[in-house]
Structures are given as structure tokens and as C-alpha cells.
């Protein structure tokens, strides 16, 4: 999720909005190169965006279901997970690559009175982000109504033991590791709601074909928005994870290590 987040910032803010103002690489003013910048573009967006719903259903798995996850809330799945997002990112927007002219970075005629390019628009809007905002508001009231039962139970479970010390790490440990889910979905819920209601209105209204004041406001702070989804998650594992901490710390330390054993 961190990777992802930071191609998000480099392909969408450095390589997307800053080169238009500051940078001036001539490369992605002509094809291919705003071409393969717009594929990379949605890929790592869409990437970014499922592996949150990835992370939040093994949540789930981990907290819901003991016997599952077992089996699936392993290295070797996540390894799998990661790789089966990736690749079907990058496929789904391939089609990206066909959106301008042959020889300018121009919106071309067929893809906007193509009825194609719009039932694939359309798609593609649905599936990033609609649904996500589903599947994240399912699956944490799953995860809410369990953790509700099972700490009701294990209270009552550990108010009938006479005796016993009232520090029970078990809660504590789920307390964290809820803190974490919710941290990270409300902040995607949050920062995409401008982006999905400004989509929303859009379409509805058919207000694509032409833009006033006010929605293009709300299009420039909803982008705005989702870009700033991309950053938050990063900043939330390095306070709330001390393990991310270690493994940041051991790749900024690797590049002087491997000089130093050189040396020696």
C-alpha cells in the first residue's frame, strides 16, 4: 500500500500536474508518452485503491473468521493478493492508452462519441471508486457488528472470574488493530466522498459536456482530495506501526551497509 501510494504521488502530482507548470518533460507533451502516463497513471490510482480494500477484507478475515484465517491471512496470500491486484490494474486501464490522437496528445473523436469508450468510461468510474465505497462500508460494519458481540461476551465471560486482573491484552490487541482499519478506510471514505459526489452529479445530470464555476471548483478539491488519500495511509503506518518503522529504517540503512561490507 505504502509503494503504491508514493507511484501514486510521483506519476499523478510530479510526472501529471507539477510537469505541466514546472518540470516541461517534452517527453509526455507527444505520444506515446502521455499515453503509457495515463495508463500508469490509473493503474497505480486503481492499485492504490483495491489494495485499501484488500487490506480492510483481510482485516476482517483476521478479526471474523479464526478458521480462515489460519489459510489465508499468510505472506504467501498476501504476496498473491498484492500481484493479482497489480496485474488486473495495469489490464483494465491498457485501454488508456488509445484515448488521443495518433501524432498529439489530443482527445480523440472516437472517444468521445464512441458508445464503447462510454460504456467502457462508465466502467471504469464504477469500478474505481463506487464500489470500493461499498465494499468498505460492508465490510467494516462486519468487522464492527463481531468486534461488538465477541467483547460484550468476553466481558461477561471475564466478570464471572473472580480474581483476575482486568488488563486483558487480547482487547487491547483488537482495539489497535481496529483503530488501524478505520484510520485507514475513513480517511479513503472521506478524502474520495468529494471526488464520488462531483462524479455523481455528473452523471446524473449530464453535466460532463460542459463545466460552470462551482463544479469545477468541486472537480479541482476533489481531485485535490484523492491525491491526498495517497499520502495519508504512508504517514499512518509510520506512527501506528512500529514493524513498517523497522523496515523503512533497514532500506534507508541497507545502501551504507552493502558499501561498508564492500569496503571491509
Not at 500500500?1 to 502530482?13: G, P, R, Y
Not at 468510474?125 to 463506487?130: G, H, I, S
Not at 468486534?147 to 482486568?166: C, D, T
Request: hydrophobic residues 50%; aromatic residues 12%.
Amino acid at each position: 500500500m505504502a509503494v503504491a501510494d508514493l507511484l501514486v504521488i510521483i506519476i499523478h502530482v510530479i510526472l501529471g500536474k507539477l510537469n505541466t507548470f514546472y518540470l516541461h518533460i517534452v517527453f509526455f507533451y507527444y505520444p506515446p508518452g502521455c499515453n503509457i502516463r495515463d495508463v500508469i497513471r490509473y493503474t497505480t490510482r486503481d492499485s492504490s485503491v483495491w489494495l485499501t480494500i484488500a487490506f480492510t477484507f483481510d482485516r476482517m478475515v483476521a478479526i471474523c473468521c479464526p478458521k480462515l484465517k489460519t489459510k489465508y491471512c499468510t505472506e504467501k496470500s498476501a504476496a498473491i493478493v498484492i500481484t493479482t491486484v497489480s496485474l488486473l490494474s495495469l489490464l483494465i486501464n491498457i485501454p488508456w492508452y488509445f484515448k488521443y490522437e495518433l501524432y498529439w496528445c489530443k482527445v480523440s473523436y472516437e472517444y468521445v462519441t464512441s458508445p464503447v469508450w462510454q460504456t467502457y468510461d462508465w466502467g471504469v468510474r464504477v469500478l474505481t471508486p463506487l464500489l470500493p465505497f461499498v465494499l468498505i462500508l460492508l465490510l467494516n460494519t462486519v468487522t464492527v457488528r463481531h468486534i461488538l458481540l465477541a467483547s460484550a461476551v468476553r466481558r461477561k465471560l471475564r466478570a464471572q472470574r473472580n480474581g483476575e486482573e482486568q488488563h486483558d491484552p487480547e482487547m487491547k490487541n483488537r482495539r489497535r488493530s481496529i483503530i488501524l482499519l478505520f484510520t485507514i478506510s475513513g480517511s479513503f471514505i472521506l478524502l474520495w466522498t468529494t471526488n464520488v459526489v462531483v462524479l455523481m452529479v455528473q452523471r446524473i445530470t449530464v453535466m460532463h459536456d460542459f463545466l460552470t464555476t462551482p463544479l469545477l471548483v468541486a472537480i479541482i478539491m476533489g481531485t485535490m482530495l484523492q491525491l491526498l488519500s495517497s499520502c495519508t495511509n504512508t504517514f499512518i503506518y509510520a506512527v501506528t506501526q512500529s514493524k513498517f518503522r523497522e523496515e523503512v529504517m533497514n532500506t534507508v540503512k541497507y545502501p551504507f551497509t552493502a558499501i561498508l561490507n564492500f569496503i571491509k
